[in-house]
T-cell receptor, first 116, second 115 residues
Framework: AQTVTQSQPEMSVQEAETVTLSCTYD???????LFWYKQPPSRQMILVIR??????QNATENRFSVNFQKAAKSFSLKISDSQLGDAAMYFC?????????????FGPGTSLSVIP | NAGVTQTPKFQVLKTGQSMTLQCAQD?????MYWYRQDPGMGLRLIYY???????DKGEVPNGYNVSRLNKREFSLRLESAAPSQTSVYFC??????????????FGNGTRLTVT
């Protein structure tokens, strides 16, 4: 079974600085998808960025980018120019490409604080 | 454009009571999911339904039952609530036939407390 690990329960960053959140996963599959979700205090789950395992190029979305290392099974999220609104829980998630296995597995989350 | 609607938002139960959490989506999604969120454990999958009429267990199914009433609705039932089921519950759905990288669409969650 696939597992997702986030080794940093809490992180903090100064406003306007850069922070990297770590995620590792375990799978025997070669094709899959990876996601980062943000959960602010409102409890809403918001997709931040996604990465297809078959793509070598790292995904970017404005101030958010990933460092995808397939061989190392690592999928870290970099937030540049951090803003107060970035303070939230961040979850890494894995989705198999197998149509018979339509499950999305989440990591335990990292709580990010942004210091003014 | 409601998306995924969960009810209720909050609920307090006594041990042994039963209740059903309701979830409906208006996006014509095939796949629907129930997760529970506990501090330090992320979101754990309780049950999911790949299509109308089918359901399958996730990581933590014990103590729960589900019904995929139709394509829109996917309910979660606690037959005899226990304090260990105190949690925040999320319903989610996924776009059908689209790329497999399509993200989950989440409801706003139900905070359940069992005393």
């Amino acid at each position: 079974a696939q597992t997702v690990t986030q080794s940093q329960p809490e992180m903090s960053v100064q406003e306007a600085e850069t922070v990297t959140l770590s995620c590792t996963y375990d799978t025997s599959e070669s094709d899959y998808y990876l996601f980062w979700y943000k959960q602010p205090p409102s409890r809403q789950m918001i997709l931040v960025i996604r990465q297809e395992a078959y793509k070598q190029q790292n995904a970017t979305e404005n101030r958010f980018s990933v460092n995808f290392q397939k061989a190392a099974k690592s999928f870290s999220l970099k937030i540049s120019d951090s803003q107060l609104g970035d303070a939230a829980m961040y979850f890494c998630a894995y989705r198999s490409m197998k149509t018979s296995y339509d499950k999305v597995i989440f990591g335990p989350g990292t709580s990010l604080s942004v210091i003014p | 454009n409601a998306g995924v609607t969960q009810t209720p938002k909050f609920q307090v139960l006594k041990t042994g009571q039963s209740m059903t959490l309701q979830c409906a989506q208006d996006m014509n999604h095939n796949s629907m999911y129930w997760y529970r969120q506990d501090p330090g454990m992320g979101l754990r999958l309780i049950y999911y339904s790949a299509s109308e009429g089918t359901t399958d267990k996730g990581e933590v199914p014990n103590g729960y039952n589900v019904s995929r009433l139709n394509k829109r609705e996917f309910s979660l039932r606690l037959e005899s609530a226990a304090p260990s089921q105190t949690s925040v519950y999320f319903c989610a759905s996924n776009r059908p036939g689209g790329p497999r990288n399509s993200p989950l669409h989440f409801g706003n969650g139900t905070r359940l407390t069992v005393t």
